[in-house]
């Protein structure tokens, strides 16, 4: 017998895929696999307390990693959050306070989509309010591609970089029925895609919603 937390837990994945399977069977993969979408030209970050996102990733005060940058010695955590709103593809900072000894008022900012913390007095950290999307390529269907997303985009709009549309473009999400719209160029990278509002009982699924373009490079 199947204990009863596994067995829901094979149920729920049974009943994700019902609904967006298509994403996965009889797909591969895209020209890039991921990206993180940032829904507004504003950046805006989740703020969190005494809570360090660099650590083990840095070397030492002052010094870069291959993923995390030093950019400067700050009086406060606002301007340590500019720095990386300022900077392309910053998805986090972490400002160091007075408690954090020789990193004190040291502001450094991530540029990939790992987020790990540690609890750590004085220090505030920023995680850039935005959604991780995946990509598959349908193997049937050579100019189908599938966006699946982590989370529901802010706003209801997901900013896309890499599709390029055309002319002849549909947007559609698996298990729903209504529209979705978006704006983009024929023949230009980047589309911006008008999710529908819904409520919870509305939505195909519970989590890792899926889009599916059409006519799509």
């Known amino acids: 017998r199947v ?15 019902k609904v967006n399977g298509e994403a996965i069977y009889n797909t591969t993969k895209y020209k890039v696999p991921e990206e993180i979408s940032v829904s507004s030209t504003v950046r805006k970050f989740i703020l969190y307390q005494n809570t360090n996102s660099v650590y083990g990733d840095v070397p030492g005060p002052k010094e870069n990693s291959s993923t995390v940058k030093f950019v400067g010695s700050f009086p406060n955590y606002e301007q340590c959050m500019q720095a990386c709103q300022e900077t392309p593809h910053c998805t986090a900072f972490t400002w160091a306070g007075e408690a954090a000894g020789s990193y ?4 450094f900012i991530r540029f990939d989509s790992v987020w790990t913390t540690v609890n750590q007095g004085g ?13 598959t390529k349908s193997k049937l269907l050579n100019d189908t591609v599938y966006v699946i997303m ?11 970089t890499k599709p390029v549309p055309s002319a002849a473009t549909t947007v559609s999400m698996l298990g729903y029925s209504g529209n979705v719209t978006f704006t983009g160029t024929p023949g230009q990278a980047g589309m911006m895609i008008h999710l529908p509002v819904l409520t919870v009982n509305e939505l195909p699924c ?6 599916r373009l059409c006519s799509i490079a």
């Open 3 to 17: 204990p009863n937390i596994q067995a829901d837990r094979l149920l729920a994945i049974g009943a994700w895929l």
């Open 123 to 135: 220090c505030v950290s920023g995680k850039l309010a935005s959604t991780t999307v995946r990509y």
């Open 104 to 107: 004190a008022g040291e502001c």
């Open 150 to 160: 982590n989370s529901w985009p802010i706003g209801n709009t997901l900013n896309l």
């Open 206 to 211: 519970q989590y890792q919603w899926s889009l």
